[in-house]
């Protein structure tokens, strides 16, 4: 079944620890993108890309680092996990380039606690 | 910069009755605008989409939207709810951003169906 795949699904890391969340798609959208899902905050965007090779920030970057080294996989890694990261995480994709209208297709998140 | 304010984090209706999300934008442009839909522990997916064709948008459901540029709003309709339709509701505005597209979202309204 198409669509997008997230792991792990849930976890709980010690403050300080590493933490890389992945994210594969089989689409073949160009644009990926990572959101945080946090209560009565709504979702907000972290990093996005918009084709392979290339990425960018978004409201919330600090903390986190991505790499999208081909059109399928987007991983999404926290170099030094702190408590307030603690939230769901979301990666989506779209077709990106002029056939883009903002339609976006997600998985279904990676609960993340960090104590 | 682009914005979308949903008025109430939480509705209630009766089954059957009329369900109306509220949703308001902000933008310098002629936006794409979204509703999606969240499950309890699920991703969002596309509940309908307006990108400047017919301004009474159908989406998946039984659920519409009407675009109003005068009020910059795209309320979220539908006549009759079900119990089903328990769920997180968020309304998004696309904005172009350096090749891609980005969705901005809102805070979402909970939406609870009373038997």
């Known amino acids: 079944i198409a669509g997008i795949t997230q792991a792990p699904t849930s976890q709980i890391l010690a403050a300080g620890r590493r933490m890389t969340l992945r994210c594969t798609q089989d689409m073949r959208h160009n644009a990926m993108y990572w959101y945080r899902q946090d209560l009565g905050l709504g979702l907000r965007l972290i990093h996005y890309?918009?084709?392979?090779?290339?990425?960018g920030k978004g409201e919330v970057p600090d903390g986190y680092s991505v790499s999208r080294a081909n059109t399928d996989d987007f991983p999404l890694t926290l170099a030094s996990a702190v408590p307030s990261q603690t939230s769901v995480y979301f990666c989506?994709?779209?077709?990106?380039?002029?056939?883009?209208?903002?339609?976006?297709?997600f998985g279904e998140g990676s609960r993340l606690t960090v104590l | 910069a682009q914005s979308v304010t949903q008025l109430g984090s939480h509705v209630s209706v009766s089954e059957g009755a009329l369900v109306l999300l509220r949703c308001n934008y902000s933008s310098s442009v002629p936006p794409y605008l979204f509703w999606y839909v969240q499950y309890p522990n699920q991703g969002l997916q596309l509940l309908l989409k307006?990108?400047?064709?017919?301004?009474l948008v159908k989406g998946i459901n039984g659920f519409e939207a009407e675009f109003k540029k005068s009020e910059t709003s795209f309320h979220l309709t539908k006549p009759s709810a079900h119990m089903s339709d328990a769920a997180e509701y968020f309304c998004a505005v696309s904005r172009s951003g350096a090749g891609s597209y980005q969705l901005t979202f809102g805070k979402g309204t909970k939406l609870s169906v009373i038997p």
């Open positions: 989506a994709s779209g077709k990106g380039g002029n056939r883009n209208t903002g339609e976006l297709f």
């Open positions: 890309s918009n084709t392979a090779g290339t990425t």
């Open positions: 307006y990108t400047s064709a017919a301004t």
